[in-house]
């Protein structure tokens, strides 16, 4: 079966820097993307990751390592914004996203 | 508006009761997505449409009904719901042009759905 693996939840500290990580398996790989979703609102866009290697996009970077079906979220510089879940999805070779259960990122001042 | 928009925000419906969350997207976009995502759970895709078609039903109940009138609009009629049928349902758009290329998707606040 198709699975996706993150942690359930994770604090980290103002100012700080926090790493998120994201295994998969999946039938085929056709990229893996990072959502952010506050409570009650909508998941959010960060990333996207289809070769491998370090995407930078400000205070946010996410990593892809395709032979190991592993990939990263890193946040640098945490700010009390920043508490939220990060969802990690990967779209398959039916080009359908399978999406991971998120990680609760707390922050704390 | 702009975006992606849902209503009702919030809905609490008896067992017997039919309803309907409407979903519209300002997005020129060319594929919607119904999801359902209940608490410490992934995300379930429930219904796909492509161009106003249905390219995908994962296996949801009948109690379920899916409509894509146009390619700005989608619907999910709901009927003779279960308790645990209580969830966020999000819908989704993206710009589904190529197969392999790139599709964000871009997401609606959802709708907050108790089943009593």
């Known amino acids: 079966g198709q699975n996706i693996d993150q942690p359930t939840e994770m604090t980290a500290t103002e100012g700080a820097i926090v790493q998120i990580n994201c295994t998969y398996q999946t039938s085929g790989f056709n990229g893996l993307f990072w959502y952010q979703q506050h409570a009650g609102e909508a998941p959010t866009f960060l990333s996207y990751n289809v070769l491998d290697g370090l995407e930078e996009k400000g205070r946010f970077s996410s990593f892809l390592s395709r032979s190991k079906g592993y990939s990263y979220l890193l946040l640098k510089e945490l700010q009390m914004k920043d508490s939220a879940s990060y969802l990690c999805a990967v779209m398959d070779s039916n080009y359908q996203l399978i999406w991971g259960a998120g990680t609760k990122l707390i922050i704390k001042p | 508006e702009t975006g992606v928009t849902q209503t009702p925000r919030h809905l609490v419906m008896g067992m017997t009761n039919k309803k309907s969350l409407k979903c519209e997207q300002h997005?020129?976009?060319?594929?919607m997505y119904w999801y359902k995502q209940s608490a410490k759970k992934p995300l379930e895709l429930m219904f796909v449409y492509n161009f106003k078609e249905q390219t995908e039903n994962n296996s949801v109940p009948s109690r379920f009904s899916p409509e894509c009138p146009n390619s700005s609009h989608l619907f999910l009629h709901l009927h003779t719901l279960q308790p645990e049928d209580s969830a966020l349902y999000l819908c989704?758009?993206?710009?589904?042009?190529?197969?392999?290329?790139?599709?964000?998707?871009?997401f609606g606040p959802g709708t907050r759905l108790t089943v009593l």
């Open positions: 997005l020129g976009h060319n594929a």
């Open positions: 989704a758009s993206s710009q589904d042009g190529e197969r392999g290329g790139f599709n964000e998707q871009f």
